[in-house]
């Protein structure tokens, strides 16, 4: 599944980048899945895998198993006068 959207996300930058008008219309609407969406969207398959595990209609919650590398929070910026002007 988390790998589906790397891939996704490599997809949406390589045809970003190839300069091909039919390739970028292709993505022109998509935006890449973040680091912190993909977090929720585990949190969110566990939540509703672990009840299942529980009433033994899974024997393993699959969701908690994925490991993700570590999300770094963005270096908030400062708003300078002269980025007040650009």
């Not at 770094?72 to 007040?84: F, H, L, M, N």
Request: some cysteine; hydrophobic content about 40%.
């Amino acid at each position: 599944m988390f790998d589906a959207i790397v891939e996704h996300n490599d997809v949406i930058a390589e045809y970003r980048a190839c300069g091909d008008p039919r390739k970028v219309a292709a993505v022109k609407w998509k935006r890449p899945v973040g680091p912190t969406s993909i977090r929720r969207i585990q949190e969110t398959l566990r939540a509703v895998l672990g009840p299942a595990v529980k009433e033994d209609l899974l024997t393993v919650n699959v969701a908690s198993l994925v490991e993700l590398p570590p999300a770094s929070r963005p270096t908030p910026k400062v708003w300078t006068e002269e980025r007040v002007a650009r």
